[in-house]
């Protein structure tokens, strides 16, 4: 049987694939700004099977990973700023890359939302290089089952 390749960490990360087999897309739109489809995700990995939602409300932690991301790429943009162009308190620099990294950061956010998604399911779920063998990491319940559950230990009335 041949041995695939390795997928490369940050390769893998940055093309929005699944963590656990690095191959198949988490997204079903390939176009992150379509913004009626931005987040919509299968609810399986195509490649491997291996589960996007791990628990209810998995994704709220992404707001954290969003925040450092969007903070990250401010303080990048104010370092090339600060070389290339300079900061002064003589005039108007500061303020133009205040405004230009505003824009920046609202035309990357549709990007920064999917890969926020991608880099906290990396956080959970881990390379498996015998992915097609072996099931994939699940935490106690899943969305569906979970509702079911409370409406079947309610009482009936």
């Not at 707001?63 to 290339?84: P, Q, R, T």
């Not at 990396?122 to 559950?149: A, C, I, L, W």
Request: charged share 20%; net charge positive; proline share 8%.
């Amino acid at each position: 049987m041949p041995t695939l390749e390795k997928p490369n960490y940050l390769w893998s990360l940055l093309t929005l694939k699944c963590p656990r087999c690095r191959r198949g897309p988490m997204f079903s739109q390939p176009n992150p700004w379509k913004l009626k489809e931005t987040l919509k995700m299968p609810p399986k990995c195509p490649e491997c099977g291996q589960r996007f939602e791990l628990e209810v409300g998995f994704w709220y932690g992404t707001g954290y990973v969003s925040y450092a991301l969007s903070f990250a790429l401010s303080v990048a943009s104010f370092i090339a700023w600060w070389v290339l162009i300079g900061i002064s308190t003589e005039d108007s620099r500061f303020f133009y890359w205040l405004g230009l990294n505003a824009i920046f950061l609202v035309i990357l956010q549709p990007w920064l939302m999917r890969l926020s998604r991608v880099v906290y399911l990396y956080f959970f779920v881990h390379y498996d290089p015998n992915y097609r063998n072996t099931q994939g990491k699940e935490f106690d319940y899943e969305t569906g089952s979970y509702y079911m559950k409370d409406e079947e230990e309610s009482p009936q009335k």
